[in-house]
């Protein structure tokens, strides 16, 4: 997919108050806090209507560009839970931890790599300028227990990465495709982490989605795939987004890699709340397949068929995720705009039209003809079944179209009493707002050629 090259550059646009992203999701139903009726729980999300179709349509096209147009990368979908070994063997249970310092004084708590440096030399609370406590150490992943007798119960653990179920897989997906080094496996699932601080709304949740690659090669062509997948990834985010001057690349310091991990970039994008991670590329090197072989005691290198070479195969890692795709690609995308003619400004959704929610909308043009309406309702029969439509006539037309531009709707389709004579309607296009007439039989696939990917 390319960009789009009919979005108006946005540029110099101001950053939007990450307010206005939660109220907008609240209130056109993308996204709502969960279990909000008994006070809602830290860091855990639902999504509604319109946040499904979002979510469903960033998971298809992600999938669609790794695993279906990749000849050598399958797919997996693994289970959330696995047995507790498989956290020991990760590391995870050692080293996936955050350090923690509450102050006395005003009771808060901070994570010590999120300090900065001078209250860690000087112990004194960021805030109230407060002595800090010692500090303590928390494990992030979360507990779960198998069996329902007592005594016999297994303690183990929500995947705190969704990757490990792909090493776990590694060498049945080897044993039962025609795959052979260098091969990638993928999968999008759901990880769990205790986050001591959730926050910034679908930014750090303990509840969320990532996508993984897991790129197995000979460790002599480590460097040349690291590279390719790298900028393989940058590129995908790159068009999708608007602002693509927010976009960048930050090498790892020593100091913050993971333990798994030899070297890593991330990709970050620019928000009000600064450069923050989005997708992390990891040089795993054999760490999890060498670990998972001598915890499990199985034997899980690679021979290669012509050479015969046996080695412990390499990994690069593309790792990202969905809730903060779906989060990036809504601030992106927010704008209001001054309206011409003085009355409130408008607030439009510039989504990639393959992404948004909602592809069109079809909008009789008056409520009090008959036939505008039976018009109106045969287009959206027949559109529904190719994309998400929705019928709308209900306020009059110029509110119908602010409605649809606030949830990223690229066409709204009207029709009016032009139609009636010559079986055209006028298509408007969000982000210009300018119309063209199409012919009623012309409508699918001129829509489709705009919306779908390829
Ligand atoms: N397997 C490697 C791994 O899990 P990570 O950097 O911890 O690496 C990968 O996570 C991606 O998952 C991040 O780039 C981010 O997009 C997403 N992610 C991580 N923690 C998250 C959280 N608490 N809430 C939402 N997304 C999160």
Same mark, same amino acid.
């Given at each position: 997919?390319?960009?789009?090259?009919?979005?108006?550059?946005?540029?110099?646009?101001?950053?939007?108050?990450?307010?206005?992203?939660?109220?907008?999701?609240?209130?056109?139903?993308?996204?709502?806090?969960?279990?909000?009726?008994?006070?809602?729980?830290?860091?855990?999300?639902?999504?509604?209507?319109?946040?499904?179709?979002?979510?469903?349509?960033?998971?298809?096209?992600?999938?669609?560009?790794?695993?279906?147009?990749?000849?050598?990368?399958?797919?997996?979908?693994?289970? #959330?839970?696995?047995?507790?070994?498989?956290?020991?063997?990760?590391?995870?249970?050692?080293?996936?931890?955050?350090?923690?310092?509450? +102050?006395?004084? +005003?009771?808060?708590?901070?994570?010590?790599?999120?300090?900065?440096?001078? $209250?860690?030399?000087?112990?004194? +609370?960021?805030? +109230?300028?407060?002595?800090?406590?010692?500090?303590?150490?928390? $494990?992030?992943?979360?507990?779960?227990?198998?069996?329902?007798?007592?005594?016999?119960?297994?303690?183990?653990?929500?995947?705190?990465?969704?990757?490990?179920?792909?090493?776990?897989?590694?060498? &049945? @997906?080897?044993?039962?495709?025609?795959?052979?080094?260098?091969?990638?496996?993928?999968?999008?699932?759901?990880?769990?982490? &205790?986050?001591?601080? =959730?926050? $910034?709304?679908?930014?750090?949740?303990?509840?969320?989605?990532?996508?993984?690659?897991?790129?197995?090669?000979?460790?002599?062509?480590?460097?040349?795939?690291?590279?390719?997948?790298?900028?393989?990834?940058?590129?995908?985010?790159?068009?999708? #987004?608007?602002?693509?001057?927010?976009?960048?690349?930050?090498?790892?310091?020593?100091?913050?890699?993971?333990?798994?991990?030899?070297?890593?970039?991330?990709?970050?994008? /620019?928000?009000?709340?600064?450069?923050?991670?989005?997708?992390?590329?990891?040089?795993? /090197?054999?760490?999890?397949?060498?670990? *998972?072989?001598?915890?499990?005691? /199985?034997?899980?290198?690679?021979?290669? =068929?012509?050479?015969?070479?046996?080695?412990? =195969?390499?990994?690069?890692?593309?790792?990202?995720?969905?809730?903060?795709?779906?989060? $990036?690609?809504?601030?992106?995308?927010?704008?209001?705009?001054?309206?011409?003619?003085?009355?409130?400004?408008?607030? @439009?959704?510039?989504?990639?039209?393959?992404?948004?929610?909602?592809?069109?909308?079809?909008?009789?043009?008056?409520?009090?003809?008959?036939?505008?309406?039976?018009?109106?309702?045969?287009?959206?029969?027949?559109?529904?079944?190719?994309?998400?439509?929705?019928?709308?006539?209900?306020?009059?037309?110029?509110?119908?179209?602010?409605?649809?531009?606030?949830?990223?709707?690229?066409?709204?389709?009207? @029709?009016?009493?032009?139609?009636?004579?010559?079986?055209?309607?006028?298509?408007?296009?969000?982000? *210009?707002?300018?119309?063209?007439? @199409?012919?009623?039989?012309?409508?699918?696939?001129?829509?489709?050629?705009?919306?779908?990917?390829?």
């Amino acid at each position: 997919m390319t960009q789009t090259e009919n979005r108006p550059t946005t540029s110099d646009t101001p950053f939007v108050p990450i307010e206005k992203i939660v109220a907008l999701c609240k209130r056109r139903g993308f996204v709502y806090p969960n279990s909000e009726i008994y006070g809602g729980v830290s860091g855990i999300y639902d999504f509604g209507p319109l946040g499904v179709e979002l979510r469903n349509n960033i998971r298809r096209y992600w999938w669609w560009s790794m695993v279906q147009l990749h000849d050598n990368v399958v797919g997996i979908e693994g289970a #959330i839970i696995t047995h507790p070994r498989v956290w020991e063997a990760s590391g995870h249970v050692e080293n996936f931890v955050d350090r923690l310092v509450d +102050c006395k004084n +005003c009771k808060r708590r901070f994570r010590i790599d999120h300090l900065p440096p001078e $209250n860690v030399i000087s112990n004194r +609370c960021p805030v +109230c300028g407060g002595e800090l406590m010692e500090p303590r150490t928390f $494990n992030l992943l979360m507990e779960t227990y198998l069996g329902v007798v007592e005594g016999e119960r297994m303690k183990t653990y929500l995947r705190g990465e969704a990757c490990q179920n792909i090493y776990l897989d590694y060498d &049945n @997906v080897l044993k039962s495709s025609r795959m052979q080094i260098p091969f990638g496996i993928c999968q999008i699932g759901k990880a769990f982490r &205790n986050e001591v601080t =959730p926050g $910034n709304f679908l930014f750090r949740q303990r509840e969320f989605e990532q996508w993984d690659l897991q790129f197995f090669v000979h460790p002599s062509e480590m460097q040349q795939w690291f590279d390719y997948w790298k900028e393989k990834r940058f590129e995908w985010y790159k068009s999708l #987004i608007n602002h693509t001057d927010r976009l960048r690349f930050r090498a790892h310091g020593s100091d913050e890699l993971a333990h798994y991990a030899k070297q890593a970039f991330d990709i970050e994008y /620019q928000t009000i709340l600064g450069w923050q991670e989005w997708e992390g590329i990891h040089w795993r /090197q054999d760490w999890d397949l060498s670990r *998972h072989s001598e915890y499990s005691g /199985q034997d899980l290198s690679y021979t290669d =068929p012509i050479t015969k070479e046996r080695y412990i =195969p390499w990994i690069v890692e593309t790792s990202g995720g969905v809730d903060r795709t779906f989060l $990036n690609l809504l601030i992106d995308a927010y704008e209001e705009e001054p309206d011409p003619a003085g009355k409130e400004p408008r607030t @439009v959704l510039r989504l990639h039209p393959t992404l948004a929610p909602v592809k069109v909308a079809v909008l009789p043009l008056q409520k009090n003809k008959e036939e505008l309406l039976t018009t109106a309702r045969g287009i959206h029969n027949r559109l529904k079944r190719l994309m998400v439509s929705q019928y709308d006539d209900v306020a009059n037309i110029g509110r119908r179209y602010r409605r649809q531009d606030e949830i990223g709707t690229p066409y709204c389709v009207t @029709v009016d009493f032009q139609t009636l004579d010559d079986a055209t309607v006028t298509v408007r296009e969000r982000d *210009h707002m300018t119309q063209v007439r @199409v012919a009623i039989d012309e409508l699918p696939a001129y829509l489709l050629e705009r919306v779908t990917w390829q």
